[in-house]
């Protein structure tokens, strides 16, 4: 008896010593998660940054990056090229050891020269860094190649740092399998692949107290199993969208709600063109295919009107230019084009023909595992047909799908596009010089004098400048045609935990939606 | 056949299986570099790209590969897995006894309930009861078992709330012998359901072969009622072709799981292989597959031996012929 009250005493102890709920969270997620680090592939940001920190924060989307780790960011000199980065003391690993500016030197160094991930091109290409050297034992300074006038806002948020100690010797990243140890607000208390990954708050997190002690994220890869697992009460959040036919169903459910916001509107989902293969090649062909398209169609049928329409790149976002418009919804305008390019109907069968007489016949490519995107390309192949094409909608696995597109065998195809090629404005310059809209090197003069002046732009106000006339030239004749941004529902339930902060391009499960902030909450981090 | 001949036979089975498995991934387009690095993997320059694939052996030669393959197999060495960064054979044995739990216990259901349904089928006499319980059964087996799935989880978990919509495990409760067999019995009825009427035909028809026998037709004339003539004459002779099927069901199961363990998020090697294909994971969907082409071959190794067993005029025949 005596022993029972003893624990029971512990016990509401414990429940009252702690700031947030105490019972685990159950979220569920779309991807496995196999391992927790930058080098494991498909993990999103926001899950990473459960347990590591960026330099800045939250994000480089929306221009309101801020120090985090930093306590500041601060450029030497005026030509934009060279930083200074203070960073934070006392701050901890995991495991104890000090955060130092040796971790952050480390850091972006194995990046820049080692085995390549899906964020390293931020200190090995765009922008390249040429010196990163520790000044003393909480400083260090970084050099770019050419001006960095984004390094603060954008570099400096989009790297996760890494601890030294755990590192150093590690060659082959992918096949890293040391201890996940991180700076952030959760740690790793256990991870069994395709099954579970356990964190547990890290209560001397520097940032805040984490408001939930306990988190279970497990793997669903199927969506109505997913929410099936929330109606039925398994779970508490589903870190992914609800599909739009399930959200009026959804919120009328008692033990659940719904937040809008999170990812739109700087996710979307896009027609892409294959520019390699004639006719599409040709910029007033792209043109008149963009303007033979009727988005606000494919938004109403699609995602029954839950989102919006709008140009590319993201519409929210401070790096696009304002009143940037995509060429749309003229198909009459569209076909005097095609007619004055010499597509025209000749034998009178409804489609078009080139010069040589062969039909205008495309395949328009899409995943077997995305059911709004086959919708999407009935509705173009049909808004196609109506302008004289012949569209063969093709269904293929996922896998086939990214392959198609990476090795440029497709006409056209359609795809989500993520934030970081949305709203980053340096990975836009990558978009233009590895493939995504364009190959840099294939002639396209109007554009290599655009990139040259987004090279040697110098502030942020002069690169920013540079990245609209990009933005422009590419809507004249849109190798990305933008069909909609679809308005993210997040359904939870608030019995569990009612605190998500829904953050553009960042979801509403990231840590920011879990921290009680210590000098009240950031104007970027309210919902 | 010849023992001799049938060992070979096997060998080169196995030998075409494991060929095929190494060819068929690399006939896609593309290559797991695309996956790691996700849609910045253009960008790569081809040092970059020829570096990431040499850490897992994709640089070389094809025909290199196949060398090294077929030697690493030879080694009990399936290489590692690009998406989990480990030895495939660490990652397959993780997975492979949630898989063996939910294939074993559906094949023995599958084989009790088809040929129970199929004694049903002969004991009752009337054509129409016959008809309707086979159009029952084929109805069922023709359900397509993500839907059956799905159905079965808005019913019995969401709906009524009985059992667990997803997982092997609770996640709070841990592997306890309960919530094991909790997790289990969705996905275990939904393969269950889809397999019967295959054992149900073709126990059926053996059944029926058996029934016509002559010692059947004596057996009646002695007056043994129809129930004691189906349970104890025709029943055990119709059970032989069925051993083949039992062996055959391994490997069709095995593969069957793709689809049930992502509808139900249960983690085995079903879910394993589906995710493997979608990385372009070749040394991962590779080891899955030479699972499956070897344990359907040992099925069939246990099945002749078994039906040998079982027949003593086989092992005459077999005697005879060696």
């Given amino acids: ?205 520097f940032g805040g107290i984490p408001r939930v002690t306990s988190i279970f994220i497990s793997f669903i890869r199927n969506p109505a199993t997913a929410f099936a697992a929330l109606c039925a009460g398994e779970l508490d959040l589903v870190a992914a969208p609800v599909p739009p036919e399930l959200v009026d169903p959804l919120s009328h459910r008692k033990a659940l709600a719904m937040t809008a916001g999170g990812n739109s509107p700087v996710f979307g989902v896009e027609l892409r063109v294959n520019f390699d293969r004639a006719p599409f090649s040709d910029p007033e062909f792209r043109r008149a295919l963009a303007l033979a398209i009727r988005p606000g169609e494919v938004l109403q049928r699609v995602a029954l009107g839950q989102g919006v329409v709008g140009p590319f790149p993201a519409l929210a976002s401070p790096w696009t230019k304002p009143g940037l418009r995509q060429p749309s919804d003229d198909p009459r305008a569209a076909a005097a084009i095609f007619d004055a390019m010499g597509f025209r109907d000749r034998n009178g069968d409804g489609l078009r023909e080139d010069t040589h007489g062969a039909p205008l016949r495309f395949s328009l490519k899409v995943s077997s595992s995305e059911p709004l995107h086959q919708r999407a390309a009935q509705v173009i192949a049909r808004q196609l047909k109506a302008v004289g094409f012949d569209i063969e909608v093709d269904v293929v696995d996922p896998a086939r799908s990214r392959a198609l597109y990476t090795t440029r065998q497709f006409d056209l195809l359609i795809d989500d596009v993520t934030p970081h090629n949305l709203a980053d404005p340096d990975q836009l310059m990558q978009s233009v010089m590895y493939g995504y809209l364009w190959h840099e090197g294939r002639s396209y003069p109007e554009l290599d004098a655009l990139i040259g002046q987004w090279r040697i732009a110098s502030t942020v106000e002069a690169r920013t400048q540079a990245g609209f006339a990009l933005q422009e030239l590419h809507s004249k004749a849109p190798v990305a045609i933008m069909l909609y941004y679809p308005k993210s529902h997040y359904a939870y339930r608030p019995q569990a935990y009612d605190g998500w902060r829904p953050i553009p391009g960042l979801g509403v499960f990231h840590k920011w939606s879990l921290l009680e902030f210590a000098g009240g909450v950031p104007a970027w981090a309210k919902p | 056949m010849t023992r001799t001949a049938r060992i070979a036979g096997y060998i080169v089975v196995l030998w075409l299986g494991a060929t095929a498995n190494f060819l068929l991934p690399r006939l896609l387009p593309g290559d797991p570099v695309d996956f790691l690095i996700g849609d910045d993997a253009g960008r790569l320059t081809s040092a970059q790209r020829t570096a990431m694939l040499a850490q897992f052996g994709m640089d070389r030669p094809l025909i290199e590969q196949y060398r090294h393959y077929m030697s690493s197999i030879a080694r009990l060495d399936l290489g590692t897995s690009l998406a989990h960064g480990k030895p495939v054979l660490k990652v397959i044995a993780a997975r492979l006894p949630w898989t063996l739990l939910l294939v074993g216990i559906s094949i023995i259901l599958a084989f009790v309930i088809g040929f129970v349904l199929a004694c049903l089928f002969h004991w009752v006499e009337r054509a129409r009861t016959s008809s309707a319980l086979m159009c029952t059964v084929v109805f069922f087996g023709s359900l397509p078992p993500f839907w059956v799935g799905m ?29 094991v067999f909790r997790h289990a019995l969705l996905p275990v009825a939904t393969l269950t359901l889809g397999y019967i009427p295959s054992v149900f035909l073709v126990a059926r028809a053996s059944l029926e072969d058996a029934l016509g026998e002559g010692y059947v037709a004596l057996a009646r004339s002695h007056g043994a009622t129809p129930l004691r003539v189906l349970l104890r004459q025709a029943a055990p002779i119709a059970l032989r072709p069925l051993v083949n099927q039992f062996a055959m069901s391994f490997g069709v199961l095995l593969g069957g799981t793709v689809i049930v363990e992502t509808v139900f998020a249960y983690p085995g090697l079903g879910l394993l292989l589906y995710e493997g294909i979608l990385a372009l994971d070749f040394p991962l969907v590779q080891g899955v597959f030479l699972l499956l082409v070897f344990s359907v071959v040992l099925a069939n190794i246990a099945a002749d031996i078994l039906q040998v067993r079982l027949d003593p005029r086989l092992r005459s025949g077999l005697d005879a012929t060696t």
């Fill in chain 2, 151 to 179: 159905v079965a989880i808005a019913i019995f978990a969401v709906a009524l709330g009985w059992l667990p919509t997803h997982g092997a495990a609770s996640l709070e409760e841990g592997i306890t012998c309960g919530s």
């Fill in chain 1, 1 to 205: 008896m005596r022993s029972r009250l003893v624990a029971a005493g512990i016990g509401l102890f414990a429940c009252l010593a702690l700031p947030g709920f105490a019972a685990p969270l159950r979220v569920a997620v779309a991807y496995e998660v196999t391992n927790l680090t930058p080098y494991t592939p498909g993990l999103p940001e926001t899950l990473l940054e459960l347990v590591y920190d960026k330099l800045a924060a939250p994000s480089p989307y929306l221009g309101n990056a801020q120090p985090w780790l930093a306590t500041a960011i601060v450029p030497e000199g005026q030509d934009g090229k060279v930083w200074r980065i203070e960073l934070r003391d006392g701050v901890r690993w995991h495991d104890g050891k000090p955060f130092t500016a040796s971790d952050v030197v480390f850091t972006l160094r194995y990046y820049r020269d080692g085995t390549p991930n899906r964020w390293t091109h931020h200190v090995s290409d765009t922008p390249k860094l040429t010196t990163i050297e520790p000044i003393d034992r909480l400083s260090l300074r970084i050099g770019c190649e050419r001006p960095c006038p984004m390094f603060d806002r954008v570099t400096a948020a989009d790297l996760v740092i890494l601890p030294e100690h755990l590192w150093r010797s590690v060659k082959e990243p992918h096949l890293y399998h040391g201890p996940l140890i991180g700076t952030g607000p959760y740690r790793v208390s256990q991870l069994e692949a395709g099954r579970f990954l356990r964190l547990e708050a890290n209560r001397d997190y």
